[in-house]
């Protein structure tokens, strides 16, 4: 069974840096492509950075976290990372991980390229 695990948010103060985790049973992660969305209360899900498969290895961040976000991946932990520093009040959402398990290697925002969804971990940016 497909399962994704998502860990990490939390309360921090603007400046601030958190890392999320998003860990992965069932299926190896580095043989897809990942992406970390986020949705704040009254707004549409957004891609935030996300990373292709080993076969192609890119990445893709949105402008709106680009120099701040890096997402990772550490395939003996089955682990995605998303470290974000410099944390701003306008980043506070939920963050979810999602894999493409149908097969394509290149990473997008597109949400619906995405069948595998973790639950959500809550991020909040305040002072």
């Known amino acids: 069974q497909v399962q994704l695990v998502e860990s990490g948010g939390g309360l921090v103060q603007p400046g601030g840096s958190l890392r999320l985790s998003c860990a992965a049973s069932?299926?190896?992660?580095?043989?897809?492509?990942i992406a970390w969305f986020r949705q704040a209360p009254g707004k549409e899900r957004e891609g935030v950075p996300c990373?292709?498969?080993?076969?192609?290895?890119?990445?893709d961040y949105a402008d709106s976290v680009k120099g701040r976000f890096t997402i990772s991946r550490d395939n003996a932990k089955n682990t995605v990372y998303l470290q974000m520093n410099s944390l701003k009040p306008e980043d506070t959402a939920v963050y979810y991980c999602?894999?493409?398990?149908?097969?394509?290697?290149?990473?997008?925002?597109?949400?619906?390229?995405?069948?595998?969804w973790g639950q959500g971990t809550q991020v909040t940016v305040s002072s």
């Open positions: 999602a894999a493409d398990s149908l097969g394509n290697t290149r990473c997008t925002f597109r949400s619906w390229q995405y069948d595998s």
């Open positions: 069932g299926f190896t992660l580095d043989h897809y492509a």
């Open positions: 990373i292709s498969s080993s076969i192609d290895g890119s990445t």
